[in-house]
């Protein structure tokens, strides 16, 4: 069984920092693809950023590009979204997730329905 937990989440003013992490236990984390995803009160689960297991391939969405920096930590079993310029339109629950279609190769992807774990979810509030 996998088990994925996020932190880092806070608040704060718009144009600081936070550094989220997700730390995996269970499965191989490794070999899998994994992705942040968020949601703000009343909208839908979005795609924010997504590494493959090797970490050569990431992709952002368009929104966070330049702001956010995704990477991982094999030996640790940990990934992390670096969030830089926060705006109070970042305000959202952030999830971290594991995708087994991503298991050993070049594949990250930015669908939500490509994974298959998920963790609880970490709140991120910015101010203005």
């Known amino acids: 069984q996998v088990q994925l937990v996020e932190s880092g989440g806070g608040l704060v003013q718009a144009g600081g920092s936070l550094r989220l992490s997700c730390a995996a236990s269970?499965?191989?984390?490794?070999?899998?693809?994994m992705g942040w995803f968020r949601r703000a009160p009343g909208n839908e689960r979005e795609f924010v950023a997504a590494i493959s297991w090797n970490g050569v391939n990431i992709y952002y969405v368009d929104f966070v590009k330049g702001r956010f920096t995704i990477s991982r930590d094999n030996a640790k079993n940990t990934m992390y979204l670096q969030m830089n310029s926060l705006k109070p339109e970042d305000t959202a629950v952030y999830y971290c997730?594991?995708?087994?279609?991503?298991?050993?190769?070049?594949?990250?992807?930015?669908?939500?329905?490509?994974?298959?774990?998920w963790g609880q979810g970490t709140q991120v509030t910015v101010s203005s």
């Open positions: 997730a594991i995708s087994r279609k991503g298991y050993l190769n070049s594949y990250a992807s930015g669908r939500a329905s490509e994974y298959d774990y």
């Open positions: 269970g499965r191989t984390f490794s070999q899998y693809a």
